[in-house]
């Protein structure tokens, strides 16, 4: 099989490997930004979807070559959606996972059981170059309820904290199995991968 070079506009390893396993077996060999020398592109948007299209771009201008991109977060209800697009730097431009966790449980103290629901949200854009006019957007939700302390030692982000009622555990929790099955992450890229399969379909 001839594989299809794309750049993944990322360097984190977890994602690569994740988005590996599903792009391999439809022809497309993906290549981290970070083997140019990407700098790392500046999220202006206001949407994860205009997060993921401009870190898509930023990729494909760099490179040359057809990008992928994503961008990521979680919504609470209780406080509007926030922290939203903000969710990695929550507690400050140089806040960890930790510091986030700890001021989203502040913000939500008092807040009972039934209005702590939340959802972990991811956008994924495809643009075929850099200029490209119609990129290929997916998304997928993962719904659960914000915990009132952390628990679990896997995952990372807000996974201590993200509780998953059907399990009743938090995401930090669950075997990675169920995350790379069921996660907002894998359903996005599912749905990516299945556009992905009809457009080199069609030549």
Known sequence: MNMTPLVLASGNPGKIREFTTLLQPIGIELIPQSHWSVP???????????????????AAAHTGMP????????????????????SARYAGPDADDTDNNEKLLEALAGVPRPQRTARFRCVMAF?????????ILAEGTWEGLIATKPSGHGGFGYDPIFILPQYGRTSA?????VKNRRSHRAQALNAMVAQLTRRMARG
């Open 127 to 135: 643009l075929a170059h850099a200029e490209d006019p119609s990129p």
């Open 173 to 177: 929790d669950v075997p990675e199995q």
């Open 40 to 58: 790392e592109a500046e999220e202006t948007g206001l949407t994860f979807v205009e997060n993921a299209i401009l870190k898509a771009r930023n």
């Open 67 to 86: 990008a992928l991109a994503d961008d990521s977060g979680i919504e609470v209800d209780a406080l509007n959606g926030q922290p939203g697009i903000y």
